[in-house]
């Protein structure tokens, strides 16, 4: 299977991909194991992937079942407004690389803003020194977090990142 770094740009973690269908982790298991969800890499799909998987799933099951023609029209409409939804969703992200590199110019640029503040001879010993450790430790936080922030991209698991003073 590919490892993450390999994964296509529309790849999405089985979690994503439930929520994206409005179903449990569980049954997208469920779904891939019995082929109609294609599986990229350990726990991951593609966004199509999933949603043609579930509409296959759907129409498989209506074909299976003598069920009314309401019902029958119940499950090509819910399939319809999935695949609309999903459509709209897909529109609406932005590619992974992108996203990175938005991370990774708000953190260099804090960082960079931050190591230029001049702590200079105006400035008396213990002031200078305390500034310049003030500054040191803001630049790290910003590191740790720009650290979390890209593997949290990565995974899709964006529960970690935190959102108080680091």
């Given at each position: 299977?590919?490892?993450?770094?390999?994964?296509?740009?529309?790849?999405?973690?089985?979690?994503?991909?439930?929520?994206?269908?409005?179903?449990?982790?569980?049954?997208?298991?469920?779904?891939?194991?019995?082929?109609?969800?294609?599986?990229?890499?350990?726990?991951?799909?593609?966004?199509?992937?999933?949603?043609?998987?579930?509409?296959?799933?759907?129409?498989?099951?209506?074909?299976?079942?003598?069920?009314?023609?309401?019902a029958?029209?119940?499950?090509?409409?819910k399939?319809?407004?999935?695949?609309?939804?999903?459509?709209?969703?897909?529109?609406?992200?932005?590619d992974?690389?992108?996203?990175?590199?938005?991370?990774?110019?708000?953190?260099?640029?804090?960082?960079?803003?931050?190591?230029?503040?001049?702590?200079?001879?105006?400035?008396?010993?213990?002031?200078?020194?305390?500034?310049?450790?003030?500054?040191?430790?803001?630049?790290?936080?910003?590191?740790?977090?720009?650290?979390?922030?890209?593997?949290?991209?990565?995974?899709?698991?964006?529960?970690?990142?935190?959102?108080?003073?680091?």
């Open positions: 299977m590919a490892a993450p770094a390999d994964l296509p740009p529309d790849a999405i973690t089985t979690e994503a991909a439930a929520r994206l269908l409005g179903l449990g982790q569980e049954r997208v298991r469920q779904l891939t194991k019995a082929g109609y969800v294609p599986r990229i890499a350990r726990g991951h799909t593609t966004i199509g992937g999933a949603i043609q998987g579930y509409i296959r799933f759907l129409k498989s099951e209506a074909r299976k079942t003598p069920a009314s023609t309401a029958s029209r119940s499950h090509d409409a399939a319809a407004l999935i695949a609309a939804s999903t459509a709209r969703r897909k529109a609406e992200m932005i992974l690389s992108e996203a990175e590199a938005v991370v990774t110019r708000i953190a260099r640029t804090s960082c960079t803003r931050l190591r230029r503040v001049p702590v200079g001879a105006k400035l008396t010993g213990q002031t200078r020194t305390t500034l310049a450790t003030e500054i040191a430790e803001a630049v790290k936080a910003i590191e740790a977090a720009r650290d979390r922030a890209l593997a949290a991209l990565t995974t899709g698991d964006l529960r970690d990142l935190g959102g108080g003073d680091d």
